[in-house]
C-alpha cells in the first residue's frame, strides 16, 4: 500500500487548511487511516485515525475540536480539515493506514506510511 498526501502549506494563526491522503496498491480490503505528525526536535506523535469500519474515530487531546478527520472508502482516500491552526501545530504530518478495526488507535502500530506533507503556521 502505498499512501501520497496533499495539502501542506504556510498558512498564518487562526486559519483553516484540508490534508488529504489517497492510498494505491493493494487496495482490496479497507483500512484503518489517520495522520501523525512530527515537529522539528520532537517525536512523532498521534493525530487521529479512523479504523477500517468507519464506527471508531480517535484524536489527539489538543486537536479534538479544531481538527476533524473523515474518509471516503471508495476512494481511499482520508482527510483531515485542520480549523484555528496554532503555531503549535507546525509539523510534518504523516498519513497512515493499517489493517485495525476498533477503539484503540491511538496506540495501533500502523503498518504503512507516507512521505509526510509540511504544514507551517506562522504568527
Known amino acids: 500500500v502505498q499512501l501520497s498526501e496533499s495539502g501542506g502549506a504556510l498558512v498564518q494563526v487562526g486559519d483553516s487548511r484540508r490534508l488529504s491522503c489517497s492510498a494505491s496498491g493493494r487496495t482490496d480490503k479497507t483500512y484503518a487511516m489517520g495522520w501523525f505528525r512530527q515537529a522539528p526536535g520532537k517525536e512523532r506523535e498521534f493525530v487521529a485515525a479512523v479504523d477500517w469500519s468507519g464506527q471508531y474515530i480517535d484524536y489527539r487531546p489538543s486537536v479534538k475540536g479544531r481538527f476533524t478527520i473523515s474518509r471516503e472508502t471508495a476512494k481511499n482516500t482520508v482527510y483531515l480539515q485542520m480549523d484555528n491552526l496554532q503555531p503549535g501545530d507546525t509539523a510534518v504530518y504523516y498519513c497512515?493506514?493499517?489493517?485495525?478495526?476498533?477503539?484503540?488507535?491511538?496506540?495501533?502500530?500502523?503498518?504503512?506510511w507516507g512521505q509526510g506533507t509540511q504544514v507551517t503556521v506562522s504568527s
Open positions: 497512515v493506514a493499517g489493517d485495525y478495526g476498533g477503539r484503540y488507535l491511538n496506540t495501533y502500530p500502523f503498518d504503512y
